[in-house]
């Protein structure tokens, strides 16, 4: 198998401001709830002490080949969505931080057997988790109009979401969906612009979907109270606008109903989190320059009062 390394697995973005923010303590617990290519994890592990502790979570297996040999870091190859249950599964009731890059890698996104991008002609899997069993053709061949409707407008933001949706109902009837390019032919008359556009949008629905990146968010940030301790910080790096409004509506409010959405509700909830920063933190344009994924990154910061 091909070394690697966590340059060539996914370049880690935002880390100065990631390591500038975490405040880090040398004697600290601290969980990265997405290790991918080890990246942050390293940078973290560099200002901790030999009595520190780094938990690592990642779902993906493939991730696992990136471990350093260090005694101080505990991996847990499971979704962050559990991070409280294997926390205190490992001894561990409250940590000093929380880091998510909730980012596909690098490394993913150019694997072709995963599906994941446009560029190949793959299975349609997009499965982060190998052990999950549902796959993108499942959703593309079994939900109904109407749930690809709601899906392509919701997680890929795609313009004619409805269309799409009828043409593949109706593209389906022929013959089940298999591989990506097959897809992408069948539904190419629906293409509004730049095609590579389009369906980077509707391959980003569908992995959204497959994987459950949005319930698994809304869950991980709702444990936040209670797995910090007092002055511990999270911080969550989003690369696009659904993931953006949860974090900054939960640091907000710590809860997902905003004030437009509810205008009445007059429950005062009980605050565990403060904001660090009021707008979220983006990529210098140098670093832009040398990775160009880091273009939609926004970081945001809270600390547990």
Same mark, same amino acid.
């Given at each position: 198998?091909?070394? =690697?390394?966590?340059?060539?697995? @996914?370049?880690?973005?935002?880390?100065?401001?990631?390591?500038?923010?975490?405040?880090?303590?040398?004697?600290?617990?601290?969980? /990265?709830?997405?290790?991918?290519?080890?990246?942050?994890?390293?940078? %973290?592990?560099? &200002?901790?002490?030999?009595?520190?502790?780094?938990?690592?979570?990642?779902?993906?297996?493939?991730?696992?080949?990136?471990?350093?040999? /260090?005694?101080?870091?505990?991996?847990?190859? @499971?979704?962050?969505?559990?991070?409280?249950?294997?926390?205190?599964?490992?001894?561990?009731?409250?940590?000093?931080?929380?880091?998510?890059?909730?980012?596909?890698?690098?490394?993913?996104? /150019?694997?072709?057997?995963?599906?994941?991008? %446009?560029?190949?002609?793959?299975?349609? /899997?997009?499965?982060?988790?190998? $052990?999950?069993?549902?796959?993108?053709?499942?959703?593309?061949?079994?939900?109904?109009?109407? !749930?690809? @409707?709601?899906?392509?407008?919701?997680?890929?933001?795609?313009?004619?979401? #409805?269309?799409?949706?009828?043409?593949?109902? !109706?593209?389906?009837?022929?013959?089940?969906?298999?591989?990506?390019?097959?897809?992408?032919?069948?539904?190419? *008359?629906?293409?509004?612009?730049?095609?590579? &556009?389009?369906?980077?949008?509707?391959?980003?629905?569908?992995?959204?979907?497959?994987?459950?990146?949005?319930?698994?968010?809304? !869950?991980?940030?709702?444990?936040?109270?209670?797995?910090?301790?007092?002055?511990?910080?999270?911080?969550?790096?989003?690369? @696009?606008?659904?993931?953006?409004?949860?974090?900054?509506?939960?640091?907000? =409010?710590?809860?997902?109903?905003? !004030?437009?959405?509810?205008?009445?509700?007059?429950?005062?909830?009980?605050?565990?989190?403060? &904001?660090?920063?009021? #707008?979220?933190?983006?990529? *210098?344009?140098?670093?832009?320059?040398?990775?160009? $994924?880091?273009? *939609?990154?926004?970081?945001?910061?809270?600390?547990?009062?």
């Amino acid at each position: 198998m091909e070394e =690697r390394n966590e340059t060539s697995y @996914h370049v880690p973005v935002l880390l100065n401001e990631v390591i500038e923010y975490l405040a880090i303590k040398p004697a600290g617990i601290y969980v /990265d709830c997405t290790f991918g290519g080890g990246g942050h994890s390293k940078a %973290i592990l560099q &200002k901790l002490n030999k009595n520190g502790k780094l938990v690592a979570f990642d779902q993906d297996a493939d991730a696992k080949q990136n471990l350093s040999d /260090d005694e101080r870091v505990v991996f847990v190859p @499971h979704n962050f969505r559990h991070l409280q249950r294997f926390l205190r599964l490992n001894g561990i009731n409250e940590v000093d931080g929380v880091l998510a890059d909730l980012g596909v890698s690098s490394y993913q996104f /150019d694997e072709r057997s995963r599906g994941f991008s %446009i560029r190949f002609d793959a299975s349609l /899997d997009m499965r982060m988790d190998q $052990r999950g069993e549902k796959t993108a053709a499942d959703v593309l061949n079994n939900y109904s109009e109407a !749930e690809l @409707h709601k899906l392509f407008e919701q997680y890929g933001e795609v313009t004619n979401s #409805k269309t799409l949706a009828k043409l593949i109902v !109706e593209k389906r009837k022929t013959a089940p969906f298999q591989s990506s390019e097959a897809f992408r032919d069948a539904v190419f *008359s629906a293409v509004k612009g730049n095609p590579n &556009k389009y369906f980077a949008q509707v391959y980003q629905a569908l992995r959204m979907e497959v994987n459950e990146e949005v319930p698994a968010l809304k !869950e991980m940030l709702q444990q936040l109270p209670n797995v910090l301790k007092k002055g511990g910080r999270a911080a969550v790096i989003t690369f @696009h606008s659904i993931e953006d409004r949860l974090v900054k509506t939960f640091f907000q =409010r710590e809860t997902f109903v905003t !004030e437009e959405e509810n205008p009445f509700v007059s429950v005062e909830i009980a605050r565990h989190l403060k &904001k660090i920063n009021k #707008k979220p933190i983006v990529a *210098s344009e140098s670093e832009v320059r040398l990775n160009s $994924r880091a273009r *939609s990154a926004k970081l945001r910061v809270a600390e547990k009062m």
